[in-house]
């Protein structure tokens, strides 16, 4: 079973607009969640993450957004470039030192010149 | 510092072989991830390291797979008598505790294909 959601395989932005990548999760024992992106040839590099205590956290035109309540949390990219064409990945994980990762199968972002 | 390497970066072998890969972290990260992910799919946690004490295994890791991480330093991941459904992309990471243990930094992999 998916614990981690990302539901929509692809995404195609606009240069300069907003990408707004979504991600639902089943697990209300995850506690911190953070978003990989992945160029082709290369392993994952961590983004951003979260933690369950918050609901937004900013990092230069990188924002995520999480709402406990729904499961639901979001990575908004503004504004969109075409070096951020990639494949995105959404991962939870529980409480504590064990920081084993739950990821979701990855949305492909493609922005447009 | 280079990073998380892995080696080789691809291997071929035929069913029933045995294959070894390798992974080099980036240096004085205590904790070491094996991950593996199939076409399509996200990363699947396998196992980790803290030091050299492995710590956690996934059920995926069957008794034909095994992890080792002699000396606290690099990795290696064993498959005996290899499959085709253990065809895909083994990924390693590292971490400590300054990014929270999470693996933030991950090789580049090695895909390994199964004929």
């Known amino acids: 079973d998916q614990q981690v959601k990302q539901n929509s395989p692809s995404l195609s932005v606009q240069e300069g607009r907003i990408s707004i990548l979504n991600c639902d999760y089943t697990?209300?024992?995850?506690?911190?969640f953070l978003w990989y992106k992945k160029y082709p040839a290369e392993g994952p590099t961590f983004l951003i993450s979260?933690?369950?205590?918050?609901d937004k956290n900013e990092d230069g035109r990188f924002t995520v957004f999480l709402n406990k309540s729904a499961k639901h949390l979001s990575l908004h990219i503004v504004p969109s470039q075409p070096g951020d064409s990639a494949v995105y990945f959404c991962?939870?994980?529980?409480?504590?030192?064990?920081?084993?990762?739950?990821f979701g199968k990855g949305i492909t972002l493609s922005v447009r010149p | 510092d280079t990073g998380v390497s892995q080696d080789p970066r691809h291997k071929i072998t035929k069913r029933g072989q045995n294959v070894t890969f390798r992974c080099d972290p980036i240096?004085?990260?205590?904790?070491l991830y094996w991950y593996r992910q199939t076409l399509g799919q996200g990363p699947e946690f396998l196992t980790y390291?803290?030091?050299?004490?492995?710590?956690?295994k996934s059920r995926l890791l069957s008794d034909r797979f095994s992890a080792e991480r002699p000396k606290g330093s690099f990795s290696t991941l064993e498959i005996q008598r290899t499959e085709q459904g253990d065809s895909a992309m083994y990924l390693c990471?590292?971490?400590?505790?300054?990014?929270?243990?999470?693996?933030?930094?991950f090789g580049q992999g090695t895909r390994l294909t199964v004929v």
């Open positions: 990471a590292s971490s400590s505790r300054g990014q929270g243990w999470f693996p933030a930094f």
């Open positions: 697990n209300s024992m995850f506690d911190y």
């Open positions: 979260i933690s369950s205590i918050k």
């Open positions: 991962a939870a994980s529980g409480a504590g030192a064990n920081s084993k990762l739950t």
């Open positions: 240096s004085e990260h205590n904790r």
């Open positions: 390291f803290q030091n050299e004490a492995q710590l956690e």
